[in-house]
């Protein structure tokens, strides 16, 4: 899972997913606090999303890093969801062998 996540890591810090529109800033916002599982070795992220089917239009980017993306549950809030990861380590600390931290 890790071997194409510095790539994305830099997409993030240069601003260009950001850009990306409707689902830019929210993707951001999201993949810069992602977490990682370590029992089940996945990347997890709470994703402000509208679409039918969920992530339709963020596949776009998402499919370039990420396998078997599963959408846990559809109607969330999204504090809910960020509570439920919260104790989870950085996505980011874990891939910084391979991908820098983000600074913001």
Known sequence: MFD???ELR???DEGEIE?????GRAMTKS???ARFDPDSG?????EEDYCTPPLAMEREVLDEYFEDLVVVEEDVVESAGWERIETLPSLWDETAG?????DR
């Open 31 to 33: 993949l810069d606090t």
């Open 42 to 46: 996945a990347a997890v992220w709470v």
């Open 98 to 102: 391979d991908a820098s931290a983000p």
């Open 4 to 6: 194409r996540l510095s």
């Open 19 to 23: 850009q990306m529109k409707p689902f």
């Open 10 to 12: 830099r997409r993030l």
